[in-house]
Structure formats: C-alpha cells, structure tokens
C-alpha cells in the first residue's frame, strides 16, 4: 500500500518568514495531494491540493509544488502570521481508491 | 458549502457500554463515508470505509464486530464502539466524499470519546 512519510515533525518560524513542510510518498499510483491544517480539539480543513497533472498550485500565501518522478510534494507558506500555527498533514491517494493515507503530520509555531 | 458534522462531539462512557458516533453531510450527498481514528500527536489512521448501502470495508486490524459502521443515507452514517474499554479512548474523525469530487474529502469536527 502507500507510504507518505513527512517532515519536519516540529517547525518553528518567526512571524513574517516563509515555512516549508516535506512530503515523500511511495505508490507512483498516487494522484492526488491534498494538505489539511488541524487545530486542537478540531477535525482536519483542506487548505490546498494538487493532482498530478500539475506540478505547482498558489492561492494566496499558500502553495504545493508536486514533483512525480521524484515522488515528493511541498507545502509552502509565505509571510507567516500567528494564526497559521497549527498541525498540517499531507496526504496522498490512489487513483480509483478514495481513501487518503496520511503523513505524520508537522506542528508548525509562528512565534509573534 | 462541504460542510460535515459529528455528533456528540465529547461523550465520556463507562468501560463495556456501547457508544454511537453519527456523522452527517449537511449540504451534499456522499457516497462514500471514511472513519478515522486518532491518538493525542498522531497522524490520523484509516479504520473503515462505507459506501451508502453497502457493508463497510475495515482496514487490517480494525474489529468489524467491535467497530459497527452504518451508512444507511447518503448524509448519514453511524459508528458505534460496542463494549468499549479504555484502550478505545480517541479522537474518531469522520470525512465525507462527493461523487463527482475528485478524491476530495471533507472532514467532520471529531468525537473525542474518553471510557472510564
């Protein structure tokens, strides 16, 4: 089955820098990459996702670059503000298989 | 719209009782349902998939018996923890699919269930 490993585990940023979370997955299968930020107590929201007819994808401060031969993709967060701190997961699926295999997740910190 | 709700969203129960999660679609129909469970700084682990009227299909490991999952309506499905014990103390995440939505889940708000 798939594998999606993710790193860091633990990121810390002062407010206004750039923060960058990796993600390697395993099954070339693998078509689409969403990313989710989870806040304590709350369930996971889709901030962005990639399919793998596309290797890069903006919206606003936010964006994913996917990188098929490779197998890894990227979650990329500009001018970082103190509401950004979160746990973000990536994921990947299967093509035909809608059930999404996460990473570890990574616990970002925007210090003010 | 996308929008997914989980009820109760806390239950404390004592140890052999059975609880019920419902996870409801309230602006779209879902074919298919997902159950997560979470432990406290972990990734989210897939425990079963359910198709509207169709049995579930449970990830290896997962105790159908002991994990009943109902998807009974395209906007509601139900789990239920039959004779829980401690070790069944969790954060269960339910996500919801659109048919015509390529691969996109939409995730509940979570049940933290905590048994005595």
């Known amino acids: 089955g798939e594998n999606v490993e993710q790193h860091p585990s633990t990121l810390s940023v002062q407010e206004g820098d750039s923060a960058v979370i990796k993600c390697t997955y395993s099954d070339s299968a693998s078509n689409y990459f969403p990313w989710y930020k989870q806040e304590l107590g709350k369930g996971p929201q889709l901030i962005i996702d990639i399919r793998s007819n596309v290797g890069e994808k903006k919206d606003q401060r936010i964006a994913v670059t996917l990188n098929k031969t490779a197998k890894h993709f990227s979650l990329h967060i500009t001018e970082t503000q103190p509401e950004d701190s979160a746990v973000y997961f990536c994921a990947a699926s299967i093509a035909g298989r809608r059930a999404l295999t996460f990473g570890s997740g990574t616990r970002l910190q925007v210090q003010p | 719209g996308a929008v997914v709700s989980q009820h109760p969203s806390r239950v404390i129960c004592k140890s052999g009782t059975s609880v019920k999660i419902e996870c409801r679609s309230l602006?779209?129909?879902?074919?298919?349902m997902f159950w997560y469970r979470q432990f406290p700084k972990q990734s989210l682990m897939l425990m079963a998939t359910s198709n509207e009227g169709s049995k579930a299909t449970y990830e290896q490991g997962v105790e159908k018996d002991k994990f009943l999952i109902n998807h009974a309506s395209l906007t509601l499905s139900t789990l239920t923890v039959t004779s829980a014990h401690p070790e069944d103390s969790s954060f269960y995440i339910c996500?919801?699919?659109?048919?015509?939505?390529?691969?996109?889940?939409?995730f509940g708000p979570g049940t933290r269930l905590t048994v005595l």
């Open positions: 996500s919801a699919s659109i048919a015509r939505s390529y691969n996109e889940q939409f």
């Open positions: 602006d779209f129909q879902a074919t298919t």
